[in-house]
């Protein structure tokens, strides 16, 4: 139990859905991120929350969509999506992103796979 | 080039060191982490070193820190099968006034019996 809970675990999608993904954490950290992992590709940072306010976006098309209501939940809206986009997607919290140490808690990962 | 590189793969036999390396770029980084990732599951932190530090021991875990080269090494000493994982190496650089993780690709260790 690393205090990080992300829902659903698995998904599968059509290119014409909208689904979301789920990430909870009460551990009262207050920086939140979305990271996309896919094979032989070092972890992508996609999205970074500080005190509920969007710090980054890295470029991330706007078919994948973060909302972040308060410091304990964030969210990542996915619409109308590409195969290439099938990955797992991590969610991670940590203290601050003013914090020198910024050691990072993850969930277990929501598996994607587009069709 | 990418911030963090790691080779993507290691070998070793049971009761064998491993050591995995990596190259980061950013010298603001105050602290440089080693993180495992265990199949269907997210990263764990394993270990971090504080960056005015070039060396950190924890039982079966070495990790050198060479500044100069910002080179990181993580040493598993007697690898057992448990071992068997994704390593991740990660700096946080100073952007402003945040700091936020940035990963490599993850070294995949196999322990073969």
């Known amino acids: 139990e690393t205090g990080v809970t992300q829902t659903p675990r698995h998904l599968v999608m059509g290119m014409t859905n909208k689904k979301s993904l789920k990430c909870e954490q009460h551990?009262?950290?207050?920086?939140m991120y979305w990271y996309k992992q896919s094979a032989k590709k070092p972890l992508e940072l996609m999205f970074v929350?500080?005190?509920?306010?969007?710090?980054e976006n890295n470029s991330v098309p706007s078919r994948f969509s973060p909302e972040c209501p308060n410091s304990s939940h964030l969210f990542l809206h996915l619409h109308t999506l590409q195969p290439e986009d099938s990955a797992l997607y991590l969610c991670a919290s940590s203290q601050a992103l003013t914090d020198l140490n910024t050691e990072a808690f993850f969930g277990q990962g929501t598996r994607l796979t587009v069709v | 080039g990418e911030d963090v590189e790691q080779s993507l793969f290691l070998s070793v036999r049971e009761g064998d060191s491993s050591v995995i390396n990596c190259t980061y770029t950013?010298?603001?980084?105050?602290?440089l982490y080693w993180y495992k990732q265990e199949p269907g599951a997210g990263l764990q932190l394993l270990t971090y070193?504080?960056?005015?530090?070039d060396m950190k021991q924890d039982q079966r875990l070495t990790v050198l820190l060479n500044k100069k080269d910002k080179h990181l090494s993580l040493r598993i000493a007697d690898t057992q099968t448990g071992d068997s994982a994704i390593y991740f190496c990660?700096?946080?650089?100073?952007?402003?006034?945040?700091?936020?993780?940035?990963f490599g690709r993850g070294t995949s260790l196999i322990v073969h019996p």
């Open positions: 551990l009262g950290h207050n920086a």
């Open positions: 990660a700096e946080s650089p100073r952007s402003g006034g945040s700091y936020i993780p940035t």
């Open positions: 950013d010298s603001s980084s105050t602290y």
């Open positions: 929350y500080n005190f509920k306010e969007q710090t």
């Open positions: 070193i504080f960056s005015n530090m």
